[in-house]
């Protein structure tokens, strides 16, 4: 179970993203976190794995205090949790294979780390998961080569690299196409389903959220708005999230926020 617990983010410049904001994840749940830009999904995905650390409050892993860990026991514990992002944040000019054994770092030894060296079963396994999310002919291309559907599906699988139990997708088909977006989200899906690993992903189309997610918090201006199913995530609710001003308003079957 993941908790986050009265979390509140403040920037050197005094930007306030995240204002004490707590809710619980059980294991096994797709969350859908929902705002408009700006209004703190970011942040609260990376306070999460402590890519950015909190000021105040805690986020609880496994019984374990996420913001309080350190050297070895921070390691072990991002083993555990996943990240994929909006950018795919793939090294462009290495080769799809490379990309995804860099998702073994967080177990090599620092040595071979360097030296980019992998023992034979991490080979397999990165095939393995780069036939899971069916490109596995593209080992050998560099991550360039590749589209965006594509390179988020290396991500996919060099994130699996992990072993994850949890998975933090930030707005990971913001730059897809609904087609694209869809196979990326079905691929999540799988996941959360077949092998149980918890998914917080932050989506802006709204018929996405009621699709996949089986449970919906909203953020706006860093507070937390709304927790819920998607179902309950009524207009008058969605303005709460969005705005007065703000409408559903549906462009090829994506609804999308104006």
């Known amino acids: 179970m993941l908790r986050v617990e009265h979390l509140t983010k403040v920037f050197p410049d005094g930007t306030v993203a995240l204002k ?12 859908a976190i929902i705002g408009l830009s700006g209004s703190g999904k970011s942040t609260l995905l990376r306070c999460i794995n402590r890519l950015i650390d909190p000021t105040e409050g805690a986020v609880i892993w496994q019984d374990q205090d996420v913001t309080a860990a350190r050297g070895q026991e921070l390691r072990r514990i991002r083993r555990q949790i996943g ?32 030296l980019h060296i992998f023992p034979k079963k991490d080979y397999e396994r990165a095939r ?11 080992a050998d291309n560099r991550a360039d080569q590749l589209s965006g559907g594509q390179q988020q599906r290396v991500a996919i699988a060099r994130a699996l690299m992990q072993e994850p139990k949890l ?31 918890t998914v917080l992903c932050s989506l802006h189309f709204l ?13 706006k201006d860093g507070e937390l708005v709304f927790d819920g199913l998607p179902s309950e995530l009524t207009p008058e609710k969605f303005k709460e999230v969005y705005g007065e001003e703000a409408e559903m308003v549906t462009v090829s079957g994506e609804q999308i926020t104006a």
């Open 207 to 219: 018929d996405l959220v009621h699709r996949y997610a089986t449970r919906v918090i909203g953020l």
């Open 20 to 31: 004490d904001v707590s809710f619980e994840v059980k294991e096994g749940e797709f969350l």
């Open 83 to 114: 990240m994929i992002f909006q950018q795919f944040n793939l090294v462009k000019r290495s080769t799809v294979m490379t990309n995804v054994l860099s998702g073994r770092l967080g177990y090599a030894h620092p040595f071979w780390s360097l």
């Open 128 to 138: 393995a998961a780069l036939e899971r999310v069916g490109i596995a002919e593209k």
């Open 167 to 197: 998975m933090l997708a930030d707005e990971p088909v913001a730059s897809l196409d609904p087609v694209l977006a869809h196979s990326i989200l079905r691929y999540l899906e799988t996941l959360n389903r077949e092998d149980g690993i």
